[in-house]
């Protein structure tokens, strides 16, 4: 039962049901066995990938993030200026790459007990670094729909390329913009 909680709200956007239903009791010890190991990841990965098709996806409620499910629909879409392609490219793998390879060496600072100046400075460093790479695509001063959102590398998309809900990024984008000044807005009438 932990474990079946766990996915739910770490990895999973489905209701726990959903999961539970397409298990078989051996599968669930295997699970539950991951659960405990470094493999937890990549089995609860694994099981995501195969359940959560394109059109069970449901849209997400936050104003900052869309599954995509209709771009005609897309809920800024009058932010989006004529001739933006949704979804709108960018050097997403390349991202990728250059955060799986900080956090390797962020692993090692802590587990060589080195000092928090060390983790500080490569802190910066990435932050220099996704503020040029997010910074100089052919679409990062534009509002589209960028895969890559919601705590999910596919399926889920931001409405810029960067914005301090997606990196360290010290900028909100123009979506999450407005969406805080009609919350400001909504209050402040009353
Ligand atoms: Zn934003």
Known sequence: MKFRL????????????TWVASFSDSNRSDLAWAANTKNAVTMATVFRISVESAE?????????????????????????VAGTPVPTPWRKAEFEAYEKDIQAQRRQIRKENR??????????????HEDELLGTDKYSDRVGAFEGANYEAHGFYRPQENCIMFSRYDKFCAVCRRAIERIVGMYATQ
């Not at 000092?115 to 460093?125: C, I, P, R």
């Open 6 to 17: 766990q996915l739910a709200s770490t990895f999973c956007t489905f209701p726990t049901t």
């Open 56 to 80: 069970k996806r449901i849209e997400p409620w936050e104003p900052n993030v869309t599954a995509l499910l209709d771009p005609a629909m897309l809920k800024w879409k009058d932010l989006v």
């Open 115 to 128: 000092s928090e100046a060390e983790m500080n400075a490569l802190f910066e460093k990435e932050k220099k």
